[in-house]
């Protein structure tokens, strides 16, 4: 894990080194333990080194290949390295260091851009190929890793983090209206290859990108297609045993790292499922790097319903680990929010971002240098309640009426069919889409171009195709950002096992029903880890994650605050009313508000978002 930067003219002039060693100043936290520049006339890399496999000089960054031809900056992590390695040894390829860098070099120089079909891991890479004078940049099936770029009449210049790029000279600090709108509205974030700063993209999940003296092109290499049907010929025993040997395998892939391995957990499925499971993988050779017992890392609250210490000491007691709890709390997060917006670059949805703050930060303060975590688990297994809604929609329109009939009976009998969503948010799952409501008198419509309209968000599609947009597009990509953000902000890498891209595949072919059955959600995970997790989390149906009190902090500790940068100028009285915005604030304070805290929420940290990195609205 590390943080990659470079510039590519396509004037052919030589690249300036002083520019690059700026980009490398900026990604410092990434990479602690080393820099390397990499400098060919009119290209020039930059890598920021976090040591995690080969801890040795020999894998040091930019890597270049033996006879030179090739230079690489390269993020990430190959997880399949070694059975690469020998394949490719075996071809008659030698290596001098124990790096899956000098995989990823080889398997270029024997595959050329096919070689990303070869990766099973998370990774965004830029390689020079000097003969070819041209350069070759790709980013992992999932987008765990990121990749942001300016291109422009002269230069194409790409990050690790937007910050890097913003202090280009052909780069303006200059906020994208279109994405401010989808933000306050809808309260989409990361839904497309563009970013809240105009002028700077990201490269997306699944592609490759060249750049050389004609330009760019981009091509995907990786898409993912989910089974529309609600039953299938699978047998549940068969397919249960199969996820739990393909998840021990991704868990196993993970645990490779020459540094000490720890675990985040939150008390729900997914997250005890990894730790439970690395407790039947602990063995002598794991135990290097996991200690006599495992780390886990939680969030918890003293507020009894957000509380999740019940769970989290059940998943402890059964496998021993050494459990490290943190406690956000209101005032602290406006004392880090200059810091958090830094490392986020981009505005946020929800306060839980800080609690997942504090959970890397206590990682990295007891010495822990890769975090493995549950992201992903929840759109692939449809683990919100909002999966139930649809399913029981995609059921009517299928006129599947008696699995119909007994989901709806299951989802009627389940407390939390109700109250895991706010009743008026979940019916528009059912409708043509959510009406602006109290939001459409604040809102000045000439601020905003065009931006996503209900139905581009998916509220209208199928089980299956909201799946495929919650992974690409919608939830996924935005807790992917937060999370890569937070963990290398503590110089800690963070690894996703249920992103393994064969379990991602093999979850895409099963049908509907192993996924949501009997009013179950993650059903053929439940099955699956069955005798492994504690009974009691396995047949959780509330859901809470590294959640805060939001609502309450708004409505007390947070209300001043809210309430001064309303009333601030700068970039939100561009885009909303602000004697509007302050009259629904205060309705919203008095609970007689038809909008949800988020929305105050999502105002206040877009006006502290633009005085973070002082963007302007032109």
């Not at 390397?36 to 040091?60: C, N, P, T, W």
């Not at 807790?479 to 093999?506: C, G, H, Q, W």
């Not at 995970?525 to 149906?541: D, H, S, V, Y």
């Not at 629904?584 to 007689?592: G, K, T, V």
Request: aromatic share 12%.
């Amino acid at each position: 894990m590390c943080g990659i930067a470079g510039i590519y003219r396509f004037d052919a002039k030589t690249v300036d080194e002083k520019l690059l060693e700026g980009m490398g100043e900026r990604l410092t936290h990434r990479g602690p333990d080393g820099t390397g520049i990499y400098l060919d006339q009119e290209m020039g890399l930059v890598h920021r080194r976090l040591k995690i496999i080969d801890l040795s000089d020999r894998a040091h960054q930019p890597m270049t290949d033996s006879q030179g031809s090739l230079a690489i900056s390269y993020n990430g992590e190959i997880y399949n390295y070694l059975e690469l390695k020998k394949e490719l040894q075996r071809e008659g390829f030698s290596f001098r260091s124990e790096s899956d860098t000098e995989v990823l070099l080889a398997a270029y120089a024997r595959w050329g851009v096919e070689c990303v079909k070869k990766f099973n891991g998370m990774f965004a890479f830029a390689l020079w190929d000097r003969r070819e004078r041209r350069l070759f940049c790709a980013r992992d099936r999932l987008g765990v890793k990121p990749f942001y770029y300016h291109c422009d009449s002269r230069h194409f210049a790409f990050a690790s983090e937007i910050k890097c790029l913003l202090p280009l000279p052909e780069v303006s600090v200059e906020a994208n209206r279109k994405l401010i709108g989808d933000y306050l509205v809808l309260g989409l974030v990361d839904h497309t290859p563009e970013t809240f700063f105009a002028g700077i993209r990201k490269l997306e999940p699944g592609t490759r990108l060249i750049v050389d003296s004609r330009g760019i092109r981009e091509d995907r290499y990786w898409d993912i297609e989910v089974n529309e049907e609600p039953e299938g010929d699978s047998s549940l025993p068969h397919e249960a045993e199969s996820f739990r040997e393909m998840l021990t395998d991704a868990i196993r892939l993970r645990l490779r790292s020459d540094v000490p391995v720890g675990s985040c957990l939150s008390g729900g499925i997914d997250s005890t499922s990894i730790v439970c499971l690395i407790h039947s993988l602990i063995s002598p050779r794991y135990k290097k790097r996991l200690g006599e017992y495992q780390k886990t890392f939680s969030a918890v609250s003293e507020i009894p319903v957000l509380d999740e210490r019940p769970f989290i000491r059940l998943v402890t007691a059964a496998t021993g680990a050494e459990e490290h709890f943190v406690f956000p709390v209101a005032g602290r997060f406006l004392e880090e929010l200059n810091a958090l917006l830094w490392h986020q670059e981009e505005p946020f949805s929800s306060s839980s971002v800080y609690a997942q703050w504090c959970v890397f930060r206590r990682a990295a303060q007891a010495g822990v240098k890769v975090v493995l975590d549950g992201q992903g688990a929840d759109e692939q297994l449809c683990g919100y309640r909002k999966f139930s809604y649809f399913y029981l929609r995609h059921l009517f329109s299928r006129r599947a009426g008696g699995t119909l009939l007994k989901e709806s009976l299951f989802a009627l009998a389940n407390p939390s069919f109700f109250t895991g969503i706010d009743l008026r948010h979940s019916l528009r799952y059912f409708g043509p889409g959510q009406r602006l409501g109290g939001i459409s008198t604040i809102i000045r419509p000439e601020s905003f171009p065009p931006g996503e309209n209900q139905n581009a968000i998916g509220w209208n599609g199928s089980l299956a195709q909201r799946i495929v947009l919650d992974m690409a597009r919608f939830s996924l990509p935005s807790l992917l950002r937060y999370e890569d953000k937070n963990s290398m902000a503590f110089s800690i890498e963070s690894r996703t096992p249920f992103l393994d891209f064969r379990l991602v595949e093999y979850l895409a072919r099963l049908p509907l029903g192993l996924k949501i059955r009997n009013g179950w959600t993650k059903y053929i995970l439940r099955q699956a880890i069955k005798g492994i997790i504690p009974e009691k989390i396995r047949l959780r149906k509330d859901k809470l994650a590294f959640d805060t009190p939001q609502d309450s902090w708004i409505r007390n500790e947070w209300r001043h605050v809210f309430i001064r940068a309303f009333t601030s100028d700068g970039l939100l009285p561009v885009f909303l009313k602000r004697k509007r915005l302050l009259e629904e604030f205060d309705a919203y304070l008095r609970r007689r508000s038809w909008l949800s805290g988020h929305f105050f929420f999502r105002s206040f940290i877009l006006q502290k978002w633009a005085e973070r990195f002082s963007t302007s609205s032109l």
